[in-house]
């Protein structure tokens, strides 16, 4: 049975020490045209600038990854997908396998705009929840959020079903919805969710950098 409310669980206690940023990079960028992980912004890569993010929250990273050889220079622990194919379920069920810490802060190569502001309030909300996971509107960012371990067995359930959205799982487990009012607050464009599949959206987000 849940527990609907409460104080913090000592097992999610959680601090950003006791807790992984997992970077997922085994998409094929097929509407890119080449690997856009290595597109670069004011010349930097956009896994460079999701790196420096990140690092600047967590003390360890990881990499999930299908061609670790392209991200050896990052000098960051990697892992290849657990199931290959699934897209980000399968990086998220890599990632929870792959981290030894309780939590992790998942996401995407091709997200510029990370706030590490907004990911820190959502490491202070976890208290009870097995994920926190911003929500715009009804647009749920399943790939800018925490999950702890305890989502594990249901991700694996989800897969064995065949049912690769990772929202699919959110029925199942607590999840802590951080709501646009509440994002806004950090990010009040909402610039965090934005994310590069295209060329012509990296021409977007160096204008969105620069305004």
């Known amino acids: 049975m849940m527990i609907e409310t409460g104080k913090p669980s000592k097992k999610n206690h959680l601090t950003p020490d006791r807790m992984t940023g997992v970077i997922l990079a085994g998409g094929k960028s097929s509407r890119y045209g080449t690997?856009?992980?290595f597109a670069e912004m004011k010349g930097m890569r956009l896994i460079d600038r999701v790196v420096q993010v990140l690092?600047?929250?967590f003390p360890r990273l990881i990499l999930v990854t299908n061609t670790p050889k392209?991200?050896?220079?990052?000098q960051i622990p990697m892992f290849e997908d657990?199931?290959?194919g699934l897209g980000p379920i399968g990086g998220i069920y890599t990632g929870l396998n792959g981290m030894s810490d309780p939590a992790g802060f998942f996401v995407?190569?091709?997200m510029p705009f990370i706030n590490p502001d907004l990911v820190r309030h959502m490491i202070r909300i976890v208290n009870d929840y097995d994920a926190v996971v911003p929500r715009v509107g009804w647009k749920i960012e399943p790939l800018n959020a925490l999950y702890c371990k305890s989502c594990l067995p249901f991700i694996k359930t989800a897969i064995e079903a065949e049912e690769y959205q990772v929202i699919k799982c959110?029925?199942?487990i607590r999840v802590r919805y951080v709501e646009e009012e509440e994002i806004r607050g950090y990010d009040p464009q909402l610039k965090t969710f934005f994310n590069v599949n295209r060329p012509e959206e990296l021409l977007n987000a160096v204008k969105m950098e620069d305004h």
Not at 70 to 74: F, R, V
Request: glycine share 0%; hydrophobic share 40%.
């Open 35 to 37: 690997n856009k992980a």
């Open 55 to 57: 690092a600047s929250v």
């Open 70 to 74: 392209e991200y050896a220079y990052l």
């Open 82 to 84: 657990l199931i290959k």
């Open 108 to 110: 995407a190569c091709d």
């Open 170 to 172: 959110y029925d199942r």
